[in-house]
């Protein structure tokens, strides 16, 4: 056990190369892994290779991976199907302006998955995807504001970044998630709304869940006062094989959606009601959906392959691993004495150091942020790379071995943390 080095101490000792790295990386941009997301101190380890459950960095050292790229990975890394069918067609072209098969049958499969998803549009992130579907709300009130939930994330786009920290911005108005507040903003904001973007789960809010019935008054307020409802699922459409929305009969006009879909490829996708959506087609609307590398046919065959792969089965497997891996959580830390909540929803779970309650949502912001850093240390060092958050996801890449392995792995974590003398000083 870790108890007289602290967790930094051991994760620069075991990470040499990675800090050179990440040095050499700093002379030429700011950030080296160019997420700001990604980014903690004392620096990102550098990955020399992903496959299946597994990231291995420079230094080799081997991590179970539980963060599947912001919850984008749901078959892992290198996964067969999709390595087979993107080498296939990169033989045959990356990209050209023009139809392409892999995207109408990426497009089908969506529309058979989805419920309130008549037509749907692809291009290359759920940034993208915001952008597009705003536009869309644009074109369909006239109207230019939206509404979005205080730390709710929609995407890098300047205006929705600081929504995530919970302000309000030149083109959007901010309310608190899943309250009776936030759906009288939309009466009382209505008149300059042209949609409201909530998400399914707050992802950044550690998986919050609205109580039962809020998308309903979400809904009818929109259409009282004409606005665009939007349902943010590019985290939540995990959850079941319609999403979020098939699970809670939730009936947005518009649907981000984004990582799972690429099959672990750039893309982003705005899927709708077809009045809303037409908008889009240039002989009839008049919302411009555009970008050089929109629907291109190497994140459209990985996506295709990838949701081929992911029926209901297993989604209910890797729910069901999730289940075990929080259950087990609970269960070691009420066994050292170390206070901990979590949260899950499907394969999603999250945790926390102190009692979030139900619905809590914190954004960028929250109270116990140096335990959760410390324990993202401690994780790392115990050869898990769960996201820096303290959340994670299980992936269909992964096997009953592979779970108990996460669960011993989680539970020396958790005693390294209550190891590290600066976390006796302060629970
Ligand atoms: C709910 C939600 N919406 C949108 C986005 C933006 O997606 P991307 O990072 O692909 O631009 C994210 C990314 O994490 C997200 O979690």
Redesign the pocket.
């Known amino acids: 056990m870790l108890n007289s080095i602290s967790l930094e101490s051991t994760y620069i000792a075991r990470t040499p190369q990675s800090a050179a790295f990440e040095a050499r990386g700093l002379a030429s941009l700011p950030i080296t892994s160019s997420?700001g997301?990604s980014f903690h101190p004392p620096y990102p380890v550098t990955v020399a290779r992903a496959e299946g459950p597994f990231l291995h960095d420079i230094d080799g050292n081997r991590y179970i991976d539980l963060g599947s790229n912001?919850?984008?990975m749901i078959h892992g890394y290198a996964f067969r199907p999709v390595i087979e069918a993107v080498t296939a067609q990169l033989e045959r072209g990356s990209v050209w302006s023009a139809n392409n098969a892999p995207q109408v049958d990426l497009a089908e499969q969506i529309v058979a998955r989805v419920p309130s998803v008549e037509r749907v549009l692809f291009n290359?992130?759920?940034?993208?995807?915001?952008n597009l579907a705003i536009n869309i709300c644009r074109g369909a009130t006239g109207r230019y504001k939206f509404l979005m939930a205080e730390g709710?994330?929609?995407?890098?786009m300047y205006d929705?970044s600081l929504g995530s920290k919970g302000l309000a911005g030149p083109s959007h108005f901010v309310a608190p998630y899943g309250t009776d507040a936030f759906v009288a903003a939309i009466r009382a904001h209505g008149p300059e709304l042209a949609g409201v973007f909530v998400?399914g789960?707050?992802?950044?809010g550690g998986f919050a869940e609205a109580e039962a019935g809020f998308f309903d008054k979400v809904k009818a307020a929109c259409a009282a006062v004409g606005a665009v409802f939007v349902l943010?699922?590019?985290?939540?459409l995990r959850v079941s094989d319609g999403g979020y929305q098939k699970l809670m009969g939730i009936d947005p006009d518009l649907t981000?959606m984004?990582?799972i879909i690429g099959g672990g490829f750039?893309?982003?996708g705005v899927g709708g009601k077809r009045a809303l959506m037409d908008l889009t087609n240039p002989t009839r609307g008049t919302v411009l959906a555009s970008g050089t590398f929109s629907g291109n046919p190497l994140s459209m065959v990985a996506g295709g392959v990838s949701m081929r792969h992911l029926g209901q089965a297993e989604i209910d497997r890797i729910g069901g691993w999730a289940a075990r891996i929080e259950a087990a959580i609970k269960h070691k830390a009420a066994a050292i004495g170390l206070p901990v909540w979590t949260r899950r929803v499907g394969s999603l779970v999250s945790w926390f150091f102190f009692d979030p309650g139900p619905g809590c949502v914190f954004g960028a912001t929250r109270p116990d942020l140096e335990m959760v850093k410390r324990h993202h240390m401690a994780m790392l060092v115990s050869g898990l790379f769960p996201t820096p958050r303290a959340a994670l996801a299980t992936s269909t890449a992964m096997s009953d071995p592979v779970v108990e392995e996460i669960i011993a792995r989680f539970g020396a974590s958790l005693d390294a943390l209550l190891a590290d003398p600066a976390t006796e000083t302060r629970i």
């Open positions: 997420r997301i912001f919850f984008s290359n992130s759920g940034t993208e995807a915001f709710g994330y929609h995407g890098s929705t998400e789960i707050m992802g950044s943010d699922e590019v985290i939540s981000m984004g990582k750039p893309i982003g």
